[in-house]
């Protein structure tokens, strides 16, 4: 079946660092695919999506491309903030648009 | 419209009570999913409407476990006799489906089941 696999956290950067989380995916078909965020306490929220090959998402500078030849997704900025500090998932749809998630990645930015 | 809802945000009960929650959609989103976390892992999918119509259920959803969505509107998940491996995190999510070709979902914040 369809699925995703992200890079293992924790990780920890100190603030203006260049950060990128890493996402593949396996699936038959087109996906579409996303990212979405959860901060502390809150619930999940989308950051950004791409539905076909090349397609670019980007959101509060975070940014994705994705890769149909290298089945990848990875989420990208290139100076994070201590805001960002959040449990990052990558996820995909195919079919009946539920979502596939990967585990998630904890990210926490030191000032 | 304030977004998805879901009630109760917390939820404590003892092994083979059975348990029911609540959700509410964004109004006129015609799609409703429901979804597993348990600590440390991604939400997984359980069973999901298209209006009232119960479309898809995982493997994930035993016998114990019942959606319902009368009327297309909110959506009630029942667990019976729980166990504690039940324990996690359920959310809601809903989506408008295909209209305006905005397949985007929105999570609510979801109810914490914890069975001792």
Same mark, same amino acid.
């Not at chain 1, 579409?32 to 090959?53: C, D, I, M, N, R």
């Not at chain 1, 491309?65 to 990208?76: A, D």
């Given at each position: 079946?369809?699925? *995703?696999?992200?890079?293992?956290?924790?990780?920890?950067?100190?603030?203006?660092?260049?950060?990128?989380?890493?996402?593949?995916?396996?699936?038959?078909?087109?996906?579409?695919?996303?990212?979405?965020?959860?901060?502390?306490?809150?619930?999940? !929220?989308?950051?950004?999506?791409?539905?076909?090959?090349?397609?670019?998402?980007?959101?509060?500078?975070?940014?994705?491309?994705?890769?149909?030849?290298?089945?990848?997704?990875? /989420?990208?900025?290139?100076?994070? !903030?201590?805001?960002?500090?959040? *449990?990052?998932?990558?996820?995909?749809?195919?079919?009946? !648009?539920?979502? *596939?998630?990967? !585990?998630?990645?904890? /990210?926490?930015?030191?000032? | 419209?304030?977004?998805? $809802?879901?009630?109760?945000?917390?939820?404590?009960?003892?092994?083979?009570?059975?348990?029911?929650?609540?959700?509410?959609?964004?109004?006129?989103?015609?799609?409703?999913?429901?979804?597993?976390?348990?600590?440390?892992?991604?939400?997984?999918?359980?069973?999901?409407?298209?209006?009232?119509?119960?479309?898809?259920?995982?493997?994930?959803?035993?016998?114990?476990? $019942?959606?319902?969505?009368?009327? @297309?509107?909110?959506?009630?998940?029942?667990?019976?006799?729980?166990?504690? @491996?039940? $324990?996690?995190?359920?959310?809601?999510? $809903?989506?408008?489906?295909?209209?305006?070709?905005?397949?985007?979902?929105?999570?609510?914040? @979801?109810?914490?089941?914890?069975?001792?």
């Amino acid at each position: 079946g369809d699925s *995703v696999t992200q890079m293992e956290g924790p990780v920890t950067l100190s603030e203006e660092a260049f950060l990128t989380i890493n996402c593949t995916y396996t699936a038959t078909g087109y996906p579409s695919l996303f990212w979405y965020v959860q901060y502390p306490g809150e619930g999940l !929220q989308l950051l950004l999506k791409a539905t076909k090959a090349d397609d670019k998402g980007s959101n509060k500078g975070f940014e994705a491309t994705y890769r149909k030849e290298t089945t990848s997704f990875h /989420l990208e900025k290139g100076s994070v !903030q201590v805001s960002d500090s959040a *449990v990052y998932f990558c996820a995909l749809t195919s079919g009946a !648009q539920k979502l *596939v998630f990967g !585990q998630g990645t904890r /990210l926490t930015i030191n000032p | 419209d304030t977004g998805v $809802s879901q009630d109760p945000r917390h939820k404590i009960t003892k092994r083979g009570q059975n348990v029911t929650f609540r959700c509410d959609p964004i109004s006129e989103h015609n799609r409703l999913y429901w979804y597993r976390q348990t600590l440390g892992q991604g939400p997984e999918f359980l069973t999901y409407f298209q209006n009232e119509a119960q479309l898809e259920k995982s493997r994930l959803l035993s016998d114990r476990f $019942s959606a319902e969505r009368p009327k @297309g509107s909110f959506s009630t998940l029942e667990i019976q006799r729980t166990e504690q @491996g039940d $324990s996690a995190m359920y959310l809601c999510a $809903s989506s408008p489906g295909y209209q305006n070709g905005n397949t985007e979902a929105f999570f609510g914040q @979801g109810t914490r089941l914890t069975v001792v």
